[in-house]
């Protein structure tokens, strides 16, 4: 198969080449080819800007079995992939987000039958309305489309950054500062490695029985409560987690803000059946120890670290030492 990713060396995508190549794709990547990651050995990368109307539209001259959107974010984007590739691809897969599930969550076990109903975070909202305007297309037969949302997924991006950037946390749990665990830490998050992600998700490309569907791909029902999540990876930076609990409505009356990545995700406990895609693409298991994933992101922290790559936002830790220190 031809496979078209639109992005490429993002945290799930990179992961889904590298499956990809494994079956025998033969893969292409459009991206803007700055990022530092290099595309693994046999992968063709077409170089553009998403915001350049004429290279993009050129991406409709080639036949591709699958195009792989990754980058798209916003309603328009997706009307312009409609427009680019209807009647030029066998299946068009669009990246979506778990997080575009109903809030406050009614069950704590979250299959694809949830509504896509989150009304803190603008996010979700734009993902569940293309996702529905991708529907539309597929049911009108514009578009062969299939919806895959991952929840959180890391590979070498900090899955630590609950209401902040992940490196901000790895910062100050380095530095030996306080960090900040929304509730008590004992509500239940469900992390997938990338490597994990990649292996159900290649096994919907050029799938029929993918087509007009949606799935969910995470840890199968499986969870850890934030507190271990934490101290887990400042056991990776090799040091000992301060951890200070306060309560989500607390931090969003400091950053409203922050409410999407809360209230609108993080706050609620939440265990995905992952039953469907099994279905589809598989059985599979999520195989990357917690200890061992950590491993490797805390090493390339350490590395940007000390290469400058990362500068603090006194104005941003600021605020977060003003916070722990408001606390009884």
């Not at 578009?143 to 991952?150: E, K």
């Not at 901000?168 to 490695?193: E, F, K, M, N």
């Not at 159900?200 to 007009?212: D, E, Q």
């Not at 999407?260 to 598989?282: C, E, H, Q, R």
Request: glycine residues 8%; aromatic residues 10%; neutral net charge.
């Amino acid at each position: 198969m031809r496979i078209l990713y639109i992005g490429g060396t993002g945290e799930i995508s990179y992961a889904c080449i590298q499956e990809g190549l494994r079956l025998g794709h033969d893969i292409t990547v459009f991206n803007r080819a700055r990022r530092v990651d290099s595309l693994p050995p046999g992968v063709h990368q077409i170089k553009g800007e998403v915001c350049d109307e004429k290279a993009y539209a050129a991406l409709a001259d080639q036949h591709w079995d699958v195009v792989c959107q990754f980058i798209a974010y916003a309603p328009e984007a997706v009307e312009r992939d409609i427009a680019t590739f209807r009647g030029k691809v066998g299946q068009y897969l669009f990246i979506s987000s778990a997080s575009a599930y109903q809030k406050p969550p009614r069950n704590v076990v979250i299959t694809e039958d949830v509504p896509l109903e989150n009304p803190y975070w603008p996010y979700s909202r734009a993902k569940a309305a293309m996702e529905a305007r991708l529907m539309q297309a597929h049911h009108d037969q514009v578009l062969p489309v299939t919806i895959v949302r991952p929840s959180h997924t890391y590979r070498l991006h900090i899955p630590i950054g609950i209401f902040i950037g992940g490196d901000h946390v790895a910062w100050r749990l380095a530095q030996g500062r306080p960090v900040i665990v929304h509730g008590d830490g004992t509500s239940l998050w469900t992390i997938t490695h990338a490597d994990d992600f990649a292996v159900p998700f290649v096994r919907l490309l050029g799938n029929g029985r993918a087509l007009g569907e949606a799935f969910h791909i995470t840890a199968h029902l499986s969870a850890l409560p934030w507190n271990q999540i934490v101290t887990t990876f400042a056991a990776a930076l090799g040091v000992e987690a301060r951890i200070v609990h306060v309560p989500s409505d607390t931090l969003v009356r400091f950053n409203s803000n922050w409410s999407g990545p809360l209230l609108g995700d993080k706050t609620w406990s939440v265990l995905f059946d992952n039953s469907k895609v099994m279905s589809v693409a598989g059985p599979f298991t999520c195989r990357t120890p917690l200890a061992q994933g950590f491993a490797a992101v805390a090493a390339d922290f350490r590395r940007r670290l000390d290469a400058g790559q990362y500068k603090p936002d006194l104005a941003l830790h600021a605020q977060i030492d003003q916070i722990i220190a408001s606390q009884p």
